[in-house]
C-alpha cells in the first residue's frame, strides 16, 4: 500500500501560477504509473495529468501547454506545475499511484488503487 499526501493547493489570481507536490510513501526502485486527478463541485472527476515510469506524460486537453507533469524519484514527490491558471481549473486535487504501467488507463479512476486526500485550488479574481 502506497500512501500519498498532496499540499500546493491555495487561492491565487487568474493568470497566476501554483505548484502542487503529492509526497508518497512507495518504493523508491519501484516502477510506477500516476496521475493527478481533480474533481470541481458539481462535476464529475478528471485525470489532469498522468506519468508512467519510463517519463511518458499525458495531459488532458484543456490543461495542454499549462499543465507540467514531473517526478522527483530521489524525493518520492510527484509534482504538478500549473501556470496561467484560470477559474475553470478551481477544483479539489487528487494524486493517485499505482506500481506497475499505465498501459492505457492513465486517466481512468478505478485503475488506482492509491489515492491522497487532496488539496483544494481556487482560481478567482
Known amino acids: 500500500q502506497v500512501q500519498l499526501k498532496e499540499s500546493g493547493g491555495g487561492s491565487v489570481q487568474p493568470g497566476e501560477s501554483l505548484t502542487l507536490s503529492c509526497a508518497h510513501t512507495?518504493?523508491?526502485?519501484?516502477?510506477?504509473?500516476m496521475a493527478w486527478f481533480r474533481q470541481a463541485p458539481g462535476k464529475e472527476p478528471e485525470g489532469v495529468a498522468g506519468?508512467?515510469?519510463?517519463?511518458?506524460?499525458t495531459y488532458t486537453n484543456s490543461v495542454k501547454g499549462r499543465f507540467d507533469i514531473s517526478r522527483d524519484k530521489g524525493k518520492n514527490t510527484l509534482l504538478l506545475q500549473m501556470n496561467n491558471l484560470n477559474p475553470e481549473d478551481t477544483a479539489m486535487y487528487f494524486c493517485?499511484?499505482?506500481?506497475?504501467?499505465?498501459?492505457?488507463?492513465?486517466?481512468?479512476?478505478?485503475?488506482?488503487?492509491?489515492w491522497g486526500q487532496g488539496t483544494q485550488v481556487t482560481v478567482s479574481s
Open positions: 506519468i508512467a515510469s519510463d517519463g511518458i506524460t
Open positions: 493517485a499511484a499505482r506500481v506497475g504501467t499505465c498501459y492505457l488507463a492513465v486517466f481512468r479512476i478505478s485503475f488506482y488503487p492509491n
Open positions: 512507495g518504493n523508491p526502485y519501484a516502477r510506477y504509473c
